[in-house]
């Protein structure tokens, strides 16, 4: 039985739809049929469809309001407007078939009543959808000063940007506290909730305290709720904010300390209070050091990935978030410099490619500077000298070029001044002699020698 | 209770439904498949291609090679970890911890105030406290302390970053290993090898994507299962090779069998495997399918990067390797040339760290020392081969034991020992990481005055897997594999990322 009351409690958002139809298209007609009188017969039968829908959809209804567990208190508006619907139909019915027996109803104007039926359907359809969808379902795709103007509560989370320029001039409470407040706090303790009697989106209400009294001693965060609440263990009942609720980042709540233990200044800048770098560095822009360029490129298509997969290539993306792709021929040691059209159709996407152990010569350089995101490149192994190596220079991105094991000759390492991002070269196993590192262009550029050793000590052959 | 009988009922609907399109499939293009050769199941390219002609379900590529590679979900800082664990836990006092004011109460009964309510492995009643039984000295640039057991370590000192207030609940050699290397100290759950294979997989199609070492003539207490797969396809548990003769057992092909007599054997066994397969759709048939193919190239390709007498007599040097022998110098520069070929995971287990006093080997003073002396080389040499050949920079080397030691002298049945020993202790010791993604020469943590727990910095062993899942591209929190109606974790419902040591 149960099984009954859910399978067909399930049809009522099919069935529904049925009695909706039947009366929007009633309306229409009753609308359209004013003056012309051409539909008089049609109608009625309409409004009577409607309301034998109806009454399925609000059995049906019922039984997925018993079968699925709602409580009455979410459904009683769309079950009661439901039931109207389903009785104002069939009144609509026997008015339009001029039944006399509800004289009442002649003296009401059509026009009126069919408004509204209108206004009653909308109402109740709209119930519905908010018990199935949520309520803020409409409104959630909307921008939050519209969200706002129509009474829905919005969050929006103020970011905190300093960087290596600006950080001194920022003002301390405007640029930094009251974001770290509004972020994590505001949402309970604001205008529109205000839990504890506590509010803190402004200097008044955050001096003002809650219904403990002040939340703030001067100069004093260890005594102040304002920081205390937020380290105390988090299982701990005082704890703020909720356990379940978003947490401040342990770099804001040492700001919060900090902010509280110069007496909490509401005006004044970083710099002119004398805070110190450190507190902030965790809001400045992170650098962006990942193996591919910081920009935005089109993925290649997965027949292309496919293709050159299924000729012996490595190829993987480098991270689910990124269209740039790692190649490797570590499965293809038989790779000669004519087989790098198999990677045309992917130039643009390669960032890191490792070509090392491969069967190439110096002609490769040519091709590699038409890979225009490259940034690591692996070519050690190989019988490459180093002859137009310079072609690479004109790459944008390339950060670091492993030539361990080649036949890099010590002439073309002159070239390597004139890359523009390049940061290491690995020189290892060459025929360019030198060991540990050297440093070019003031630093920009490491040498990697390699040849690293381990002298022998007199405590190695020691057993004790 | 009859909630979980429930999802484990949809758990075996939800596997048979996957089986089931499967075959579907299979009996869609069943000729297909048995006309396929061996070499393209393995690429993976016939099978992926015609499901789309048929408009069917596709086998993913994983299907027909589980360790066929994923990109992670964020950009990773390495490709590759080399786990070196010094199994019976290596003393921190003796090697990275200094703690000169310990030496101030050597001899000193322990305070009663840090052993009440706490359990150790063998001391009994007050043991005495015990100072620093090595010499110890700022090195490098970062000043960070080596002491005189390890004195080829100082020349990379500025390339490890020290976690010096490690911490684990276990006190046990095996549940602590367990612990340390699955994130759990029972038994079940994936090592961080099988993990990262798991959700990497690995690159070269001729290697295993994880693989163990073992040296110091044992194997940890805690059993293979601390490179076992778990709950995880058995795929992806770590393959164990020997440093010393073969390096897998039974990889030689036997007297009078031609390579050639071998492929049509597993060409024979896959096709009844296939057949198999075709009839009962069970996925670990594929996964055996491709086992034998994968053994079959190993063959070739295993002992041939397992051979280190083809490397240059001053790179053995470097290491100090001992061809032949079992040895940790040797694993060591296994490990490089196994990282250099693609596969994802090491781990090296170095036994003989269990310093309790009790026999000459396990002395503090002594034995010891003879250990630090087996591995301060090879560890060195390690580094710096691996940075002059542009590996270091994505790989992620992590060194540590189970546990610590304590700062008192052990007492066994309350009685002086024969020799110097520290007890199992886990509420403070030192590990260290390198490589690339890791801040170079920095120490975080800080001990009490005599090391006895953390002050400053402490870290868990979750703490250490979230670190190492994120280098590898993870957010270890949503890394998660579905087993028996819930969501596993390598982390548990723990760890957070040690910030202070990522560059």
Known sequence: MDVLKQVLGRLHPLIVHLPIGFIILGLLLLWYDRKRKEYTKVIPLVYLWGG????????????????????????????????????????????????????????????????????????????????????????????????????????????????????????????????????????????????????????????????????IVVNDPENSELYTRLVLPKDDEDHMPPKEKRQPTPEETELIKAWLSIGNPFEGTIGELGMEKELFLSFFPKKHDAD?????????????????????????????????????CINKPSFVDSDFEILMPITEQIAILDLGGTQITDAIFEKLATLPNLTILKLDATAITGKNIELLTSLEHLKSINLTGSNLEEIYLQSFTEFKKLEIAYVFGTKVEGEGVRTLKDGQITIDYGNYELPPLPSDSIIY | MEDLIKRLIQEKIAREAEAKTRRHFIKSCAQGMGGLALSSIFMGCDPLEKPKAKNTIAFSERDLNPLATLAPPFAPKVKSVIYLHMAGAPSQLEMFDYKPELQKYHGQDCPQSLLEGRKFAFIKGTPKLMGPQAEFKQEGESGNWVSNFMPHFKKVVDEVAFLKAVHTDQFNHGPAQLFMHTGSARLGRPSIGAWATYGLGSPNQNLPGFVVLTSGGNTPDAGKSVWGSGFLPSVYQGVQCRSKGDPVLYIEDPDGMTRDLKKSTIDAINKINKEEYAKYADPEILARINQYEMAYRMQIAVPEVMNINNEPENVQQMYGVEPGKESFANNCLLARKLVEDGVRFVQLFDWGWDTHGNIREGSIDLGLRNKCGEIDRPIAALILDLKQRGLLDETLIVWGGEFGRTPMQENRGNKKMAYKGRDHHGDAFTMWMAGGGIKKGVSHGKTDDIGFSGIEGRVSVHDIHATILHLLGFDHEQFTYEFQGRHFRLTDVEGELIKEILA
């Open chain 1, 52 to 215: 034998i829908s109806a009454a399925l959809a609000c059995i049906t209804g019922y039984l997925q309001y018993l079968g699925e567990g709602y409580a009455f208190d979410t459904v009683k508006w769309h079950l009661w407007s439901g039931i109207a619907t389903a009785l104002f139909s069939f009144l609509m019915y026997a008015k339009l078939k001029g039944i006399q027996q509800i004289d009442f109803l002649n003296k009401v104007p059509t026009l009126v009543l069919s408004v509204l039926f209108f206004l009653l359907i909308s109402f109740t359809g709209h119930q519905g959808g908010n018990i199935t969808h949520g309520e803020d379902y409409l409104v959630e795709p909307l921008p939050n000063h519209i969200k706002s103007a129509l009474g829905f509560e919005t969050f929006e989370e103020k970011a905190i940007v300093l960087n290596e320029e600006n950080w001194e001039d920022a003002p301390i409470y405007d640029d930094v506290i009251k974001p770290i407040l509004n972020n994590n706090c505001v949402s309970c303790h604001g205008q529109k909730k205000t839990k504890g009697e506590l509010q803190l989106h402004n200097p008044e209400v955050i001096l003002k305290g809650g219904e403990n009294g002040e939340i």
């Open chain 1, 292 to 328: 591919h360029p910081d920009i935005q490129i089109s993925a290649a298509a997965q027949d292309t990935i496919m293709n050159i997969k299924n000729k012996g290539f490595h190829v993987e993306h480098i991270s689910k978030a990124s269209h740039f792709l790692e190649v490797s």
